[in-house]
């Protein structure tokens, strides 16, 4: 994304709208390797996705790349909209983040909405609109399985008999948890009458805002529980039916299975154990009966991590690990990623199942999205399970099982419900899939932050992917392909255990080339701050290709902020900045850099300033040491001659010299 400056360049816009004005559709993914031409295992009802919803975001009255519309100005171009294509779009509801639901009659395969959305996209300017995609129904990624088995392969130390498992019980040994750990499930919902799950659960929230999808008899409301999500087979085949193509399939009780992994109470003689034991998990309901829309995921994913959702009560639990174990095909598209940027930069850890389908996970989404860690499948030899979606976006595996190849013993035993339709009593049951990888990564996550809890997502990433367990040799599994390796708990517990020298200092993205990953930025003008500079702004990145610009217009107040771990071992902070002004007086133009809202550092940005090119500045913060605290730059100019301030890779290093 390029950054401009009204006049002379482009003007800067909203990364949300530059997100999805291309094609809508995913690229192709490549084939296979032939070793791994496994057969798909979906999830029951995998079938062409449709939908009758879009996400639209309207631009308000600074046009478009300002700040979204009111509900009531979308409420007006809804209707506009429906005049001019001479189809009736009906309003539903305002999202976070500044995006509207609109709704068409009945579903449509999803290529007749994309092709639905490029009619509105050609009616951006005549309504103001920045973005348009279709509100895509994703699913449950796991493929169910019959009985129970008594061995829990997946949670043992790799190699020998218990098969490649994920090395719990040394991980155990240095810690079972934390209550003060929020754990967030966005899932199905659960039965929190558990035996097993009991008294692990906090509110939560039903994010499912359509009654057909809910099958709870409403739409959104405070009770996370899981009502069944049943299809029969004449809802399946009949056309009309809002189920219709779903697949018939009995309850799949997914959300409590995943519980199950992340979190079932270990050691309290009561049926299986968890990844973790004492941390709280947050149950979020956004998929029912056929799926869920993304822009109830949406919702529930900022939610999860303490965001504000329009008439949905504030979240006063935060979730640091977010599962996801759900997707469908697609890209991910501006709002998606909007929403994964936002929460990650909040300092929550995102976990996604890469999919069931055999498949590259570039064209499947969440887990192609940037900044979460996307969960492939392995088995118990520790090759790619048949089932699970490859590529170089997959971060890491973890044992996900292969009926297939062994029976439910080869599966993944969890908790679960036995109703086939509507709840019955607490049971348990072994599912495949990398909806089972997924929680166990996440509970793995939850040991690490309570070990220790100032680690940043983008630390835990590090960690996962260098602490791996190695593929067998025979598995034909790549780190291009499967990850970085199986998930080791017990080894990435250890390596961030609090001990001095154990914590890490990095700046989550600090060189700005994943975007706004990691970061929160401002613009009293409602532009974008990080991104490509064009050519008109008289600076490139100092390293890599992008960097944030702050300033460069008059009346202007912008910011860029995160919170990050200053360390006793490195506590000074390095950045590099460029002050470019015409301002010829000093004193109007400023810059600061701020911890928790204290200036520690400040820059006049004028022509008499330190202009002409990168320099090095180095911020003393050894009186934060051993503390979290908000790191913040910002920049305030007149209304005069304006001054702009570029920063690039910021980090932290152990003295003010090299």
Known sequence: MSLGRPGGSLRRAAFV???????????????????????????????????????????????????????????????????????????????????????????????????????????????????????????????????????????????????????????????????????????????????????????????????????????????????????????????????????????????????????????????????????????????????????????????????????????????????LSLGGTGPCAGAMAAAVAEVVAAGAVIVVAAGNSNDNVAGETPGNCPGVIAVGASDHRGERAPYSNYGSRVTISAPGGNTRDGGSARGILSTLNAGKTTPGAASYAAYQGTSMATPLVAGIVGLMLAANPALTPDQVTAVLRETATPFPSASGCTTSLCGAGIVNAAAAVAAVANRPGATTTAVNNGSFERGRTGWIESSTRGYAIIGDPPGGAGETAHGGRQLAWLGGLPYETASIEQRVSVTRDAPYLVFWASIHSTENGCGWDLASVRIDGKTVHKMELCERGETGGWREVVVDLRDWAGKTVALRFDVSTDGSLPSSLFIDDVTFQASPYH
């Not at 399985?145 to 040394?170: E, K, S, T, Y």
């Open 17 to 323: 709208a530059a997100l999805v004005l291309g094609a809508l559709r995913p690229d192709v993914a490549s084939a296979a390797p032939t070793h791994n031409a496994l057969s798909s295992a979906q999830a029951p009802g995998a079938t062409a996705s449709r939908t009758d919803r879009f996400i639209i975001r309207y631009s308000g009255d600074g046009g478009i790349g300002g700040p979204g519309a009111t509900q009531a100005t979308a409420r007006e171009r809804t209707a506009s909209l429906s005049q001019r294509l001479g189809r009736a779009f009906t309003y539903t509801r305002e999202m976070s983040g500044g995006a509207h639901v609109v709704r068409i009659a009945q579903r449509v395969p999803i290529e007749e909405a994309e092709a639905l959305a490029l009619r509105i996209r050609a009616e951006s300017a005549a309504l103001g609109i920045d973005s348009v995609e279709p509100d895509r129904m994703l699913r449950a990624t796991f493929t169910p399985n019959d009985p129970m088995f008594a061995q829990q392969w997946h949670l043992q130390i790799p190699g020998g008999n218990a098969g490649m498992g994920a090395n719990l019980p040394g991980a155990w040994d240095i810690t079972t948890g934390d209550a003060s750990t929020v754990m967030a499930l966005i899932d199905t919902g659960v039965r929190k009458d558990h035996p097993d799950l009991a008294g692990r659960f906090l509110e939560g929230y039903d994010f499912v805002s359509d009654a057909e999808v809910g099958n709870d008899g409403n739409g959104r409301d405070s009770d996370p529980s899981d009502p069944g999500d049943w299809v029969t087979a004449a809802e399946n085949a009949t056309p009309g039916s809002p189920y219709f193509g779903c697949g018939a399939a009995d309850s799949s009780w997914h959300g409590t299975h995943v519980a199950g992994i992340m979190g079932a109470t270990g050691n309290n003689n009561v049926g299986v154990a968890g990844a973790n034991w004492k941390a709280k998990l947050l149950p979020i309901r956004v998929l029912g009966k056929c799926g869920g829309y993304t822009s109830d995921i949406i919702d529930a994913l900022r939610w999860a991590a303490g965001g504000s959702v329009p008439e949905v009560p504030a979240n006063r639990t935060p979730a640091r690990v977010i599962n």
